[in-house]
């Protein structure tokens, strides 16, 4: 991901994270190499779900609020 390989990212944290589906950090990286691609929805799906796994996390919730801005949702 920090190499600006997002393809190659978004392979191996997607599986990183069906082996790890409670790792809501994996998880965020994902929906950051969702983002970096600029699939949004994706993106935003990602963070949903990490932020299930730790609600109290306020950059997710930034990061939710964003996207469903440019989404357009509420």
């Known amino acids: 991901y920090k190499m600006k390989k997002f393809d190659e990212a978004v392979r191996w944290l997607e599986k990183a ?3 790890a ?4 950090t994996i998880i965020e990286h994902l ?24 609600p ?4 997710l919730t ?3 609020r964003k996207l ?5 949702e509420r």
């Open 31 to 54: 929906g950051d190499a969702y983002l970096a691609q600029r699939d949004l929805k994706k993106a935003l799906n990602a963070y949903k779900r990490a932020q299930e796994l730790d």
């Open 56 to 59: 109290g996390r306020k950059e």
């Open 17 to 19: 994270s069906r082996l």
């Open 21 to 24: 589906d409670d790792d809501s």
């Open 68 to 72: 469903k801005g440019e989404l357009g």
């Open 62 to 64: 930034d990061k939710i």
